[in-house]
């Protein structure tokens, strides 16, 4: 039989008594309070984070919420400005149109009185020059019949027809 080894030495009972002696002054020195203030410190921390991470979120989405909707009333407003746009294009188009027929039609008319005008004219023109025709002819017509004898008594029965009429 063999003989047992006493107890000390036995690695593990030493390695048992560092730990136990380790534990001993890590309790006595409160490091096991420390630890926990400072991971309750981190928790804390962190939990305010996720708090403000979570206020920004909100208010992130309350500002996207408002841009959404400004973004439909600009698309809104976008939509009655062009229909608004078209109907007043169509307003002028129409307006116009009829103001060029108008201005044809009074283009018209004053070519129209323009033409009676210039035949009136042309009328009026072709009468004298047949008048000044006329005169001229009967001119020379009496201008020859004046001649000679009987020239003279057609003179003076005119002359003596005046001087009847004149009194």
Do not use: C
């Not at 129409?94 to 070519?111: F, P, V």
């Not at 003179?155 to 009847?164: A, H, N, Q």
């Amino acid at each position: 039989m063999e003989h047992a080894a006493p107890f000390y030495d036995d690695p593990t009972f030493w390695v048992a008594i560092a730990f136990f002696v380790f534990m001993g002054g890590v309790l006595y020195s409160k490091v096991h309070m420390q630890l926990a203030a400072t991971l309750d410190a981190k928790a804390a921390s962190i939990k305010a984070q996720l708090d403000e991470a979570l206020n920004l979120r909100k208010e992130a989405e309350k500002f996207l919420a408002d841009y959404q909707r400004k973004q439909r009333d600009a698309q809104k407003l976008a939509e009655t400005i062009i229909s608004d746009a078209v109907h007043a294009a169509e307003s002028l188009k129409t307006q116009a149109s009829k103001d060029i027929a108008e201005m044809i039609e009074r283009r018209e008319r004053l070519s129209k009185e323009k033409l009676v005008q210039a035949e009136l004219f042309a009328i009026k023109e072709v009468k004298i020059a047949a008048v000044r025709a006329a005169v001229a002819a009967s001119k020379e017509v009496l201008a020859a019949s004046l001649q000679g004898k009987n020239g003279d008594s057609i003179v003076k029965d005119s002359i003596g027809e005046v001087g009847s009429k004149l009194h």
